[in-house]
Nanobody, 113 residues
């Protein structure tokens, strides 16, 4: 059974930092891994993703502030979020792709002004 377990969300003031982690189990040789977020009343959107060979892609709104990385040996993807803004608030979901697409349960990130 494939499981994606996210951690690291929380409440932070604007300008602060958080680091999200997502560990995938029950799946091997994961291709792309990434982070999406969903704000209240809005559609889920891509934040950043990374391919198996390390190529990264970021939403324009987070470029220069967020960094995605992965540890293939641990099947884990990270999202370092710096200079957080209130508009970064939302539920952050981890995604992993290996033939099928798998999602984590989400972790709440709240940035206060």
């Amino acid at each position: 059974q494939v499981q994606l377990v996210e951690s690291g969300g929380g409440l932070v003031q604007a300008g602060g930092s958080l680091r999200l982690s997502c560990a995938a189990s029950g799946i091997f040789r994961v291709n792309a891994m990434g982070w999406y977020r969903q704000a209240p009343g809005k559609a889920r959107e891509l934040v950043a993703d990374v391919t198996g060979d390390g190529n990264t892609n970021y939403a324009d709104s987070v470029k220069g502030r967020f960094t995605i990385s992965r540890d293939n040996a641990k099947n884990t993807v990270y999202l370092q979020m710096n200079s957080l803004k209130p508009e970064d608030t939302g539920v952050y979901y981890c995604k992993a792709v290996r033939v099928f697409t798998y999602w984590g349960q989400g972790t709440q990130v709240t940035v206060s002004s």
